[in-house]
C-alpha cells in the first residue's frame, strides 16, 4: 500500500496561514489524496481531497505537486479552533481506504500559538 | 443533531467482563465502519458493513470481537472476555457508498477502560 510522510507536529500563530505537508511518493495513478483532522476529544473530521488539480473549500485548500509526491493542505488563517492532529490519507484501488477503510498514519499535531 | 451518535462515552469494566457499544450512523448511510484508536495513535480499521452485511475484518479483529448491523442501521461492537490491551477508543463511521472520494463521517467515539 502507498504510505504517507508527516511531520510530527507543527506550530504556527492564530491569524496566520499554515501549510501541512505530505509525502506521497508512492502515490498511484488512481489514489486521491484525503485529508482529516481530529479536534481532541473529538472523532476525525474530513477536511477536503483532491487527485490532480488543487482543490479549495470552506475549511481549507490543497495543493498537489505536478508529480503528485507530495500535496499540502493550507489553512488560510488559522483559528485557535484550527488545533488539531491532522491526517493525510491516500485512497484508491492500491491504497486500500475505499470500501476497506482509512489507513490512519499518526499525522501532524497542529499547535496554534494565540 | 443528525451526526453519528455512539454510545456510552465512556466505559469502564473489569478484565474478563463482555462489553457492548452501540453506532447509530447518518440516516440513509449505507456504509458503517468501526476503528479503534489507541493514546497517541491514528484510528485504525477494524470491519465495516454494507447494510446489514459484514464485508470486510480487519486482523485487529480477534476472535473476541463480534460485530453486528441488523436492518442496516445502527451497529453494535461487541467484546468478549476484555483484556487490558483492548483499552482504546473506538470510533463508528459512515458514509453514502464506498467510492474513493466519499468522505466518512465520524462519531465522538467510546473510551474503552480496562482495570
Known amino acids: 500500500d502507498a504510505k504517507t510522510t508527516q511531520p510530527n507536529s507543527m506550530e504556527s500563530n492564530e491569524e496566520e496561514p499554515v501549510h501541512l505537508p505530505c509525502n506521497h511518493s508512492?502515490?498511484?495513478?488512481?489514489?486521491?489524496i484525503h485529508w482529516y483532522r481530529q479536534l481532541p476529544s473529538q472523532g476525525p473530521e474530513y477536511v477536503i481531497h483532491?487527485?490532480?488539480s488543487n482543490v479549495n473549500n470552506r475549511m481549507a485548500s490543497l495543493a498537489i505537486a505536478e508529480d503528485r509526491k507530495s500535496s499540502t493542505l493550507i489553512l488560510h488563517r488559522a483559528t485557535l479552533r484550527d488545533a488539531a492532529v491532522y491526517y493525510c490519507?491516500?485512497?484508491?484501488?492500491?491504497?486500500?481506504?475505499?470500501?476497506?477503510?482509512?489507513?490512519f498514519g499518526k499525522g501532524t499535531h497542529l499547535i496554534i500559538q494565540p | 443533531d443528525t451526526g453519528v451518535s455512539q454510545n456510552p462515552r465512556h466505559k469502564i469494566t473489569k478484565r474478563g467482563q463482555n462489553v457492548t457499544f452501540r453506532c447509530d450512523p447518518i440516516s440513509e448511510h449505507n456504509r458503517l465502519y468501526w476503528y479503534r484508536q489507541t493514546l497517541g495513535q491514528g484510528p485504525e480499521f477494524l470491519t465495516y458493513?454494507?447494510?446489514?452485511?459484514?464485508?470486510?475484518k480487519s486482523r485487529l479483529l480477534s476472535d473476541r470481537f463480534s460485530a453486528e448491523r441488523p436492518k442496516g442501521s445502527f451497529s453494535t461492537l461487541e467484546i468478549q472476555r476484555t483484556e487490558q490491551g483492548d483499552s482504546a477508543m473506538y470510533l463508528c463511521?459512515?458514509?453514502?457508498?464506498?467510492?474513493?472520494?466519499?468522505?466518512?463521517?465520524f462519531g465522538d467515539g467510546t473510551r474503552l477502560s480496562i482495570l
Open positions: 490519507i491516500l485512497r484508491g484501488m492500491y491504497s486500500g481506504g475505499g470500501a476497506d477503510g482509512l489507513t
Open positions: 508512492t502515490i498511484s495513478g488512481t489514489d486521491y
Open positions: 458493513f454494507q447494510n446489514e452485511a459484514q464485508l470486510e
Open positions: 483532491g487527485l490532480t
Open positions: 463511521a459512515s458514509s453514502l457508498g464506498g467510492s474513493w472520494t466519499e468522505p466518512q463521517h
